[in-house]
């Protein structure tokens, strides 16, 4: 069993400190700097050694000294107690001696002072929590155990220079935190590195370079699978152990952020709610069909249009779907923010009529001054309501 997260929370932090700790130091380093690394490892004993009393019920207050605290967590570590408990109690009066007289540190004795905390607190969590305090990380705080695997195994195949696997199970990992980690509405899908929900996600202390960055070097996932964009990003020439890291860094920071937060209000969309509704004004309205061919590796491409082969729509008929103005009525140039009540020429994608059945790849363009344009609200099986 994983220790609370309150208590791995100061073990992540204790880590942290030894991480950031500064440049690794020689005997010939400047004391100050010494000096520095001891404060660094002095505040990561306390706040590791802390959470072993806590989690062993190791009589403690909060107005314990880093000696009692010593005193206190040497008995619960079995069978051997505390390694480097000398060293420990040295620490100590080495951090006052500087912190409360300006006392520099000896750099010949002290210089590998982050090395050598690290290796007895490592010991100490070994003996208490099963894991060394070097192999906790951020990604233990994350409240799903099937997403910390994920992301673990990640690691392990960035490791191993598989970097595309790597990136497509933290792909995983972000897809799985929107069915268990998110309250709804809010949804964070992998591979879309939306500016706009970068923005938004700010307000959370998500930094919006790092998430779109991510974004684009993740492949979407769906229920069909995983895709990778190739002309874009999702090529190999950015599956790299670096940006496996920063990936994988960036995600953990992610889900910590937005794990079980109260989302703020988010619009809806007017396709997740609404479908356009066109109803024929004429008795011979001008309608053509044509057909849009999908490229995995291009852009959209479409063929000119044809009259609608027996056209049978009449005054009342009504075709759904989504609207856009286009230029002519080939419909290869559409534009769904321009003005549509002062254009010549109507768009519809995803026609559904009662009179025709068409191929999800058909749209069709109507000339505007044949049809009135309203919208109403979409049913729950209605397929427009997908986006």
């Given amino acids: ?19 950031h700790s500064g440049p690794r130091l020689t005997k010939h380093s400047d004391s100050r700097a010494v000096a520095h690394a001891v404060l660094m490892a002095h505040d990561a004993a306390e706040l590791a050694l802390g959470a072993m009393a806590e989690y062993t019920q190791a009589p403690i ?20 107690g505390l390694t480097g408990l000398g060293d420990f109690k040295r620490l100590n009066k080495i951090r006052v001696a500087f912190k409360h007289h300006g006392l520099l540190p000896d750099t010949g004795t002290w210089f590998n002072v982050i090395d050598l905390i690290s290796h007895y607190l490592d010991q100490a969590c070994k003996a208490v929590f099963g894991i060394a305090l070097t192999e906790v990380e951020a990604a233990h ?14 690691r392990s195949d960035n490791a191993n220079e598989k970097f595309r696997e790597a990136l497509e199970k933290l792909a995983n990992a972000l897809l799985k935190a929107n069915l268990t980690l998110f309250n709804q509405p809010l949804s964070v899908l992998p591979g879309d590195p939306d500016p706009q929900q970068a923005l938004l996600l700010t307000g959370y202390g998500v930094d919006p370079s790092s998430f779109i960055i991510m974004q684009q070097l993740l492949p979407t996932v769906s229920a069909s699978g995983i895709a990778w964009k ?21 995600l953990i920071e992610v889900l910590l952020r937005l794990q079980s937060v109260h989302p703020l209000p988010q619009p809806t969309r007017f396709y997740h709610r609404y479908r356009d509704v066109l109803t024929i004004t004429v008795e011979h309205p001008e309608i053509r069909k044509a057909q849009q061919f999908f490229h995995p590796e291009v852009a959209k491409l479409s063929m000119s249009s044809v009259p609608l082969e027996g ?9 759904y779907g989504r609207f856009s103005v286009c230029q002519d009525g080939d419909g290869c140039f559409s534009d769904p923010n321009a003005d549509i009540e002062n254009a010549e020429w109507i768009k519809i994608d995803a026609p559904v009529c ?5 191929h999800p790849d058909h749209f069709l363009t109507v000339r505007r001054k044949h049809v009135a344009i309203s919208f109403e609200e979409l049913k729950e099986e209605n397929p427009l309501a997908e986006e």
């Fill in 1 to 19: 069993m994983p220790p609370p997260p309150l208590i791995l929370n100061r073990l992540v932090s204790a880590r942290y400190l030894l991480d």
């Fill in 61 to 80: 207050s909060d107005k314990t000294s880093f000696p009692e605290l010593l005193e206190a967590v040497n008995p619960k570590i079995q069978p051997t």
């Fill in 141 to 154: 705080l994350i409240q799903d155990p099937e997403i910390v695997q994920l992301i673990t195994e990640a």
């Fill in 230 to 250: 190739r002309h874009e990003t999702g090529h190999p020439g950015n599956w790299t152990e670096e940006n496996v890291s920063f990936c994988a860094d960036t």
């Fill in 311 to 319: 056209n049978e729509l009449t005054i009342g008929d009504k075709i």
């Fill in 354 to 358: 009662e009179k025709y059945r068409f």
